[in-house]
């Protein structure tokens, strides 16, 4: 694979689209840059996007430059937090995996940060066949990078650290060692705010999970639930029902782990659920946003009253 020619491209594309393109003032989400960086992350020439696979790689170099032009500020060590994954079948050598990681300075230094999660790693090719990953994670990635837009133009109260994880598919490996040895102090973090598929729902519903651990969280989001342009749900966190217990299910598990509060948002398994057909072009459009939209809400919300 070409990726220094595919990166550079591509995100010339996408600088263009952040730069000029208008958006309508009830709209803070630019859903033309939403799709576009979906598609971008799903196409075929990153060949699904495998942790230490070239592909992973090549999207991990787009969403690092992404990062960079948006003006997200680079931890001590760079954008760039690699982990190692351990060794693949096939292979003599370790395989490394690498986090992105950058910062929204907040208006306030003194307040307790939010990390803002998603994975960008998917399946990769298996049996000669390329699992895009287009709603699991493009999507995610998709709008952590819309807010941390937001966040540049319009600094929250707090500090927001934005984290694209590798290797969620292996076991939730980047946010473990995200979480082992984080860019500021452990006990400064005061919530994690994840994002695993929000992009495909027939229903247009979207699941917030996390409250039934921390229900002090409940009435800020219920007040986000009331208006919001998608029918917000809440569960999916109640241990003990076999199969609707999604605590453990994605990235911010490794923060309930260690006691950091979390708020999940996520859509049900869809029929394309890990499978080569989670392509871009099944995603609402309209749907996508509405739920992009919904998690600033969320965000500023929490901002304000925690």
Request: charged fraction near 25%.
């Amino acid at each position: 694979m070409k990726s220094a020619r595919l990166v550079g491209f591509v995100v010339v594309v996408w600088w263009a689209l952040l730069t000029v393109h208008a958006q309508p003032a009830t709209r803070r989400i630019d859903a033309d840059r939403l799709m576009a960086t979906v598609t971008l992350l799903a196409d075929p020439k990153f060949e699904g996007r495998a942790a230490g696979s070239p592909g992973g790689i090549a999207a991990r170099g787009v969403v690092a430059e992404k990062f960079r032009l948006t003006g997200l500020e680079p931890p001590a060590g760079g954008y760039l937090a690699s982990f190692t994954l351990g060794r693949r079948a096939a292979a003599a050598a370790k395989v490394t995996g690498t986090n992105v990681v950058g910062t929204c300075p907040g208006r306030d230094a003194k307040l307790p940060v939010f990390v803002v999660s998603a994975h960008y790693d998917h399946l990769g090719v298996r049996d000669g066949v390329v699992y895009p990953g287009a709603d699991d994670n493009a999507s995610g990635v998709a709008v952590l990078l819309e807010l941390a837009a937001y966040c540049r133009k319009n600094p929250f109260r707090r500090t927001i650290v934005f984290a694209a994880f590798d290797a969620e598919e292996g076991g939730l490996s980047g946010a473990r060692a995200f979480v082992a040895a984080p860019p500021i102090a452990k006990d400064r973090i005061a919530l994690n705010i994840n994002l695993d598929m929000v992009s495909r729902s027939d229903k247009r519903e979207i699941y917030i999970a996390g409250t039934g651990h921390t229900p002090d969280l409940k009435p800020s989001l219920d007040e986000v639930a009331r208006t919001a342009r998608v029918k917000v749900l809440f569960g999916h966190d109640r241990p003990g029902k076999p199969g609707d217990d999604w605590t453990s299910q994605s990235d911010h598990a490794a923060f309930h782990a260690v006691k950091v509060p979390f708020v999940y948002f996520g859509v049900e398994d869809h029929v394309d659920y890990h499978k080569p057909t989670d392509t871009a072009d099944k995603i609402d459009r309209g749907f996508f946003a509405d739920v992009a939209e919904t998690v600033l809400d969320a965000l500023i919300k929490l901002d304000k009253d925690r």
